[in-house]
């Protein structure tokens, strides 16, 4: 049996922390709050450290996922793997490309996995969409148009909205339509305190053919919209991302499947271990990671100089 650690137990880390327990999986946790660290500790029966280093050094672990702070991911990341641990990390994998490329290198390096926590992947309806791209089922994609919407989440500090919220859509986007984009084109500000950083984001990404991906991000919005309508030369497909509800417009005719609820980070999870199991590539690499982050750099780019970015 996979043993895994988490590192860092607030925020998303300790839904992580519950469902590696669901899953048997749970060898240990890790955080700096020592009051939190020994609340989970006691709740779910694992050896808790406020180490990093001390965890590594004494637990006999398969692997570790990373929830800290995205501009601690790097270096996190960077001790866990040269340390001999397979390493899923949390979106995004690191605040800038460059780091993500050494973080490639360095699982090269150690033999070890390296992904990145993708969740919109696992999500059912966004697994059965890709399904019906492969298959061919609704014609030739040609726009995805996602809106993800809602208040900032505490604690996400240290980058703005398009490093954090719209990498999921950037990721779902290349992996919907099997490519990257040729082009790059954006608009973000800040209209919230503190302005440090963006929080709002009006992206639109280019990629082969007439293939476009428009992508619209805030932390403004009160309500939680998590949408994502994707049109076919022969019909439009209507995602919602919380509900799992799918709608299918084929014509004049809608059909609505209806598929039992899973929770994603559940089904993430479960393809992560499976993956360690059976000593073969996770879904999400490195390299999806290090692409997003890229992309999300041209974003910003294109919104500071006001132009197009191209990539190669």
Not at 46 to 68: F, H, N, Q, W
Request: proline share 4%; net charge negative; with cysteine.
């Amino acid at each position: 049996m996979i043993r895994v650690g988490v590192i860092g137990t607030g925020g998303w880390g300790k839904n992580h922390v519950r469902v590696f327990d669901e899953l048997q999986c749970l060898g240990a946790i890790c955080d700096m709050d020592r009051s939190r660290a020994e609340q989970y500790s006691k709740k779910y029966h694992v050896p808790g450290y406020t180490s990093l280093d001390e965890m590594l050094r004494r637990e006999k672990l398969d692997a570790v996922t990373i929830c800290t702070p995205a501009s601690t991911h790097f270096s996190v990341a960077s001790k866990t793997l040269a340390a001999g641990f397979h390493t899923f990390v949390e979106k995004p994998m690191t605040t800038n490309a460059n780091d993500g490329a050494a973080l490639i290198e360095e699982a090269k390096k150690a033999n070890r996995a390296l992904t990145v926590g993708f969740i919109e992947r696992f999500n059912p309806p966004i697994t059965e969409l890709k399904k019906m791209i492969t298959e061919n089922k609704m014609g030739e994609p040609i726009l995805l148009e996602f809106h993800r919407e809602n208040k900032r989440g505490e604690g996400i500090v240290d980058v703005g909205i398009v490093k954090d919220a719209s990498v999921h859509d950037i990721d779902t986007a290349c992996w919907l339509f099997g490519e990257h984009p040729k082009a790059v084109y954006a608009r973000v500000g800040a209209m919230l305190v503190p302005l440090e950083h963006e929080d709002f984001a009006t992206i639109l990404l280019g990629f082969s053919g007439q293939k476009t991906a428009f992508i619209v991000t805030n932390w403004i919005t009160p309500n939680r919209v998590r949408t994502l309508s994707a049109v076919f030369s022969g019909g439009v497909v209507d995602v919602d991302f919380v509900t799992q509800q799918t709608s299918v417009h084929e014509g004049s005719v809608t059909t609505t499947p209806t598929r039992q609820y899973q929770e994603p980070l559940m089904l993430e999870m479960k393809a992560f271990v499976s993956a360690l199991e059976q000593n073969r590539s996770p879904l999400v690499t490195g390299e999806d990671g290090y692409k997003a982050t890229l992309i999300a750099e041209a974003v910003l780019a294109s919104s500071s100089s006001k132009t197009p970015i191209y990539l190669g």
